[in-house]
């Protein structure tokens, strides 16, 4: 079985190294049944950056970029929703709610998109794991000035 061992060794070498974001030590600094609070005491700006991967097929969160297919992210914290791209054709159902793109409200946003804006057209199915949330909401909230 040596070949079967070095593959799984390989692996596991891998696997390290692409979820090296502290996520263990930074859970336990959560403690149990983290709130989001708590999450986003913990939550690394820079993991979010890596996270923010599954978004930026559609997004950019840098400034002066443009929108593709959802609007340039970059200032987005704290902004109302549905209006932060002046160029960018906002559904109607996402205009008319009304809220503010605070912590709570980007983490429901992310973790399901048409559960909190039923109609939108963010065609996305959301992120289960808050502590992944949490740390894109890191990563937003730097994107800014
Ligand atoms: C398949 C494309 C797509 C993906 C993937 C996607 N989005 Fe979006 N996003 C959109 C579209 C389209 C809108 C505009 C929705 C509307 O008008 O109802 C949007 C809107 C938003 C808004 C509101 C912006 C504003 O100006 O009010 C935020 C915040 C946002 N997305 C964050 C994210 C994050 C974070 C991710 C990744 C976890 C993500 N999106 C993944 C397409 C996408």
């Known amino acids: 079985m040596r070949i079967g061992f070095h593959f799984v060794a390989a692996a596991i070498l891998l696997l390290t ?10 859970l336990r600094a959560a403690g149990p049944n983290p709130s989001l609070d708590a ?11 890596r996270k923010f991967g599954v978004c930026a097929g559609c997004h950019k969160a840098s400034k002066g970029a443009p929108d593709f297919g959802g609007p340039n992210l ?3 914290f704290g ?5 932060h791209s002046g160029r960018f054709g906002y559904t109607a159902a996402l205009v008319e709610a009304g809220g ?14 048409r559960k909190l804006v039923p109609g939108t057209n963010m065609q996305f199915a959301g992120i289960g794991d808050p502590l992944d949330r949490a740390d894109i909401i890191a990563f937003l909230k730097r994107q800014s000035d």
Do not use: F, H, K, S
């Open 17 to 26: 190294a692409c979820g090296d974001d502290r996520r263990e030590e930074r």
């Open 39 to 49: 999450l986003l005491q913990v939550a690394d700006a820079d993991a979010g950056a």
């Open 74 to 76: 970059y200032g987005v």
């Open 79 to 83: 902004q109302p929703m549905g209006q």
């Open 100 to 113: 503010r793109w605070d912590a709570p409200t980007l983490d429901a946003w992310i973790a399901n998109p």
